[in-house]
């Protein structure tokens, strides 16, 4: 049987189209993975556009601000130096509070009277987490490592170049097998919507319509993203959203079935096998 409608329409007749649920069941092939992958693409494209456009601002325009108050440091046997006075306090340039704080003599051991969220001491890194919880990293395995200004904006410069591309793999693939564990579940789901619209469909025409289901939020989700619009629960409405669309193509595909043959197309309508002699 061949389909009637593409993977390029299903983004769109994916909101609305009752034909296209019931073509995506009874004449695609597959389960609809392959489309995801390919949907997924297309939505992160304009996402690390503009996450390239951010980092190449805070590259050019932000980083310099801060990476103009780093001193040369270097760390020799787990131990680190450094010849500014001390404590060194490196300034967020925006809000103008303290960021990183350089402290070899042991004046300052925490972070706990202060904003910074960085503390380099002789021999331990220490990150605030969050209010409640910082993690501390211990240089004795460090036995020679030098920081300036210079090594600092060679990072940076190679990441505006080769970054995004990795966000890009990483963000599509982590999407893509989360989406997919998603549209298991969800083909699970649709027995029970079944057994609503009293009606019987295979798995894998489960996980096809699951894929379908799933798309306007996929899309609804980019756009939100993009617009940097948030959306308190967003999680519960998309999977609300996921599971009306999945009763809707489930229910499309019953109500082929509660009208005589001749109104079939001709590869919906599977007439029962002749009754044996």
Request: charged share 20%; proline share 6%; with cysteine.
């Amino acid at each position: 049987m061949k389909k009637i409608y593409s993977i390029l329409q299903a983004p769109v007749l994916a909101f609305y189209s009752a034909d296209f649920y019931r073509d995506v069941c009874f004449r695609w092939r597959g389960v609809g993975f392959g489309y995801l992958l390919l949907l997924l693409i297309v939505c992160w494209i304009p996402l690390m556009v503009k996450i390239q456009l951010g980092f190449s601002d805070f590259v050019d325009n932000e980083a310099p601000k801060m990476v103009s108050q780093i001193p040369p440091i270097t760390i020799k046997d787990g131990e680190v130096s450094t010849d500014v006075e001390q404590p060194y306090i490196i300034m967020d340039p925006k809000e103008q509070k303290p960021i990183i704080i350089i402290d070899t003599t042991g004046t300052v051991t925490s972070l706990a009277d202060t904003e910074a969220i960085v503390l380099l001491t002789k021999t331990q890194l220490i990150n605030r987490q969050d209010d409640f919880q910082t993690r501390t990293y211990d240089l004795k395995d460090i036995d020679s490592f030098q920081l300036d200004q210079d090594r600092i904006n060679g990072w940076l410069k190679t990441a505006k170049k080769y970054l995004i591309l990795f966000f890009f793999i990483l963000a599509v693939f982590g999407s893509w097998i989360a989406r997919m564990v998603q549209a298991l579940i969800y083909g699970a789901l649709g027995f029970i919507f079944c057994s609503m619209c009293q009606c019987q469909r295979s798995y894998d025409a489960l996980l096809r319509l699951a894929v379908m289901a799933v798309t306007p939020a996929i899309i609804i989700k980019t756009i939100v993203s993009l617009t940097g619009f948030h959306i308190p629960m967003a999680w519960l409405w998309f999977f609300l959203l996921a599971m009306l669309y999945l009763y809707f193509g489930v229910k499309a595909t019953s109500q082929h079935e509660d009208r005589p043959p001749q109104q079939y197309p001709d590869s919906f309508y599977m007439p029962p096998p002749n009754p044996e002699p």
